[in-house]
């Protein structure tokens, strides 16, 4: 998993870049085999002298095999922006997994195989 992160108009010190790698590999953790790029885009659209809800950020996960997860947030403070973006990451990427097996489950059940034994289904139809 390559994470790449882009900004313009912010300045990133080595804790919010360290807390950003952090919190999208705990958001992505069930993924994180099936993700190839993160690339987050950190933008000041005010410029860095005016203050105000101006930090815009978006982050695009491309998963392999798949349309890739995209979201985008703003807030006045970098780190709070990544906290609320990364939380809202992590559910989508838990019910991305959860399709990919409800999936799987009913293919190899159109196909006649017997998942009690793979998913733990005893005595269900």
């Given amino acids: 998993m390559q994470v790449f992160i882009h900004s313009h108009g912010i300045n990133l010190s080595e804790s919010v870049i360290r807390q950003t ?6 958001a992505l953790d ?3 085999e099936d993700i190839e790029t993160i690339h ?3 933008v000041d659209t005010n410029g860095p002298l005016l203050g105000g809800v101006d930090k815009s ?6 998963v392999r095999r798949q349309d890739c997860i995209e979201m985008e947030d703003i807030d006045s403070h970098v ?6 973006l ?3 990451l992590g559910v989508a990427a838990s019910r991305r997994v959860e399709a990919l097996l409800r999936n799987k489950k009913t293919t ?3 196909l006649g195989f017997d998942d ?3 998913f733990g289904d005893h005595g269900k139809n």
Avoid: G, M, N, P
């Fill in 40 to 42: 987050v885009y950190l």
């Fill in 30 to 32: 069930r993924l994180e």
């Fill in 79 to 84: 780190d709070a922006v990544i906290d609320r």
């Fill in 116 to 118: 009690s034994l793979v």
């Fill in 86 to 88: 990364t939380d809202r």
């Fill in 108 to 110: 190899r059940r159109w």
């Fill in 21 to 26: 790698y952090q919190k999208l590999e705990l």
């Fill in 57 to 62: 950020c978006r982050i695009v996960v491309q």
